[in-house]
């Protein structure tokens, strides 16, 4: 099959997901051809059957804003009809579905039927989508979709909730590379940051407000009371890091913290890590939690959107309300102090990223929903 994927390069979860299931398709020897402004964060090089084609958006003095959309209206259209694709395959409502339904529409006009699949990850749904300026844009770009899918049963409901939508949600979740995401001996990288053989919290996130960062420096401070041998690392970038890091200088625990920027092969710094944090206002799943699950590190994660189906309480990590410092502090502190504890969760949590989460597992389902979509695009047709 020939699959064209559409996302944003970034360093965000979708991104990264789109990303990943393009390149395990393409070793399950489908043809995979992403359409983005730039190359995606996790896609390295192209090569065999991976194809790149980069959306270059032209700038004129009439518009104050260059219109993207229209332009990968145009590289969606371009390369249907020359690369011969099955499927097009897009990763946020708006814009990329909007688009991938106007490209739809002009080769249907030309005689090529190219069904499209949209999976919500989330902001598009639970905070853009909801602006009324938009909201009207993203339930037509849902409904005129010929197969929707979301990566958990809140944001499926959510979609409902709050949209007129006519359409039929799938819910596949995301998914990770367990032979990828392991815990691997790097105890020489944890000797360079832990010279004194601390514990590690780490947080990884893209910064945002709704990640909540300063809270993790609070919840920080707060186990520091009772932990003096213990570092955090704060993996990622974005708008909120320089809050962050004023935070941290006012309690007083900047000399104890690692701000790494954007990283990858993040599995490395997993693989030191003893708690992973995360205390999201919202979280649609918490790809990034899974990644930390896989290398055996338990989580202490916000009882939130997705993250209940991914956080099994007082199995794999612990749930906490929205915004309880205190109560994120404790659970941190027991994960620390109780080896008995902290070593049943670490095989919980990588035991469920492998039964459920596998990429092995997830991946064929979008198989199995682009054959389903294509045979009922094709019998409407008809």
């Known amino acids: 099959m020939k699959i064209g994927i559409t996302c944003y390069p970034t360093y965000g979860g979708s991104g990264v997901v789109a990303t990943e299931l393009g390149k395990n398709l393409a070793q399950r020897d489908h043809e995979i051809h992403f359409i983005s402004s730039s190359l995606p964060f996790r896609l390295s090089h192209v090569a065999g059957n991976i194809f790149f084609h980069e959306v270059n958006v032209q700038s004129y003095p009439l518009f104050d804003y260059p219109p993207y959309t229209l332009s990968l209206t145009s590289k969606m259209v371009d390369i249907a ?17 909007t688009s991938a339904v106007m490209a739809r529409q002009i080769l249907a006009g030309e005689g090529y039927a190219l069904p499209v699949v949209t999976t919500l990850h989330g902001t598009d749904i639970t905070l853009i989508g909801q602006d009324p300026s938009f909201a009207p844009v993203v339930t037509w770009s849902i409904n005129e979709s010929d197969g929707v899918t979301a990566v958990s049963n809140y944001l499926r409901q959510e979609t409902f909730d709050h949209f007129n939508v006519n ?9 990770i590379d367990t032979e990828r995401f392991y815990r691997q001996d790097k105890e020489h990288f944890k000797q360079a940051l832990c010279p004194n053989g601390e514990k590690v919290i780490v947080h990884v996130s893209n910064f945002r407000p709704v990640k909540n960062t300063k809270q993790v420096v609070e919840i920080f401070h707060g186990v520091r009371e009772t932990h003096s041998d213990v570092k955090l690392l704060l993996v990622g970038d974005g708008p909120e890091r320089v809050p962050t890091e004023r935070k941290a200088r006012e309690l007083g625990v900047y000399d104890d913290i690692r701000f790494l920027g954007k990283q990858d092969p993040i599995e490395e710094i997993l693989s030191i890590a003893d708690v992973f944090l995360m205390p999201s206002e919202s979280e649609t799943f918490g790809l990034a939690a899974l990644e930390a699950m896989a290398c055996n ?11 209940p189906e991914l956080v099994e309480e007082s199995e794999t990590g612990f749930l906490c309300p929205v915004g309880d410092v205190e109560a994120f502090t404790e659970r941190v502190r027991a994960l620390l102090g109780e080896e008995d504890l902290h070593t049943r969760m670490s095989q919980a949590a990588r035991d469920r990223a492998v039964d459920t989460f596998d990429i092995d597992r997830v991946v064929p389902m979008y198989e199995r929903y682009y ?3 294509q045979e009922n695009a094709s019998a409407q047709s008809s």
């Open 81 to 97: 009809k020359h690369a011969g694709l099955d499927v097009l395959h897009v990763h946020y409502a708006i814009p990329h579905a």
């Open 167 to 175: 359409n039929g949600i799938e819910v596949i979740p995301n998914f």
């Open 297 to 307: 590190v338990p989580t202490v994660v916000s009882d939130v959107g997705g993250l």
């Open 371 to 373: 054959e389903e979509v």
